[in-house]
Nanobody, 129 residues
Framework: QAQLVESGGGSVQSGGSLRLSCAAS????????LGWFRQAPGKEREGVAA???????SYADSVRGRFTISRDNAKNTLYLQMDSLKPEDTARYYC???????????????????????WGQGTQVTVSS
């Protein structure tokens, strides 16, 4: 079972940058796909980016070109570099792990919360104008 702890959230102005980290532990964690999700008050949780063990990177259209997901397997750490932040990026951000994401899945399925099994506690990101 994977255990995930996010950090790096905070408040920034529009156009600023922030890097989120997710420290992971658990047996065979390196075999898991990893991803970032976010949820704003009153809205559904949505997939932001994913990095698979059997596929590369997947991004939501709203963040592609601005956010970058990466993974340091030696440190069991997942990162999300967020640049050119906008007020609409304001949300609580969660990292997640799964063994069920596959290369055959569409991007929409890879970023669907329903296939992700393990979740961190989240870290708040607030972007002001």
């Amino acid at each position: 079972q994977a255990q995930l702890v996010e950090s790096g959230g905070g408040s920034v102005q529009s156009g600023g940058s922030l890097r989120l980290s997710c420290a992971a532990s658990g047996n065979s964690y390196s075999t898991y796909s990893l991803g970032w999700f976010r949820q704003a008050p009153g809205k559904e949780r949505e997939g932001v980016a994913a990095l698979g063990r059997s596929f590369g990177t997947s991004y939501a259209d709203s963040v592609r070109g601005r956010f970058t997901i990466s993974r340091d397997n030696a440190k069991n750490t997942l990162y999300l570099q967020m640049d050119s932040l906008k007020p609409e990026d304001t949300a609580r951000y969660y990292c997640a792990a799964t063994t069920r994401a596959t290369r055959a899945m569409t991007t929409a399925w890879r970023l669907s919360p329903r296939i992700w099994d393990y979740w961190g506690q989240g870290t708040q990101v607030t972007v002001s104008s």
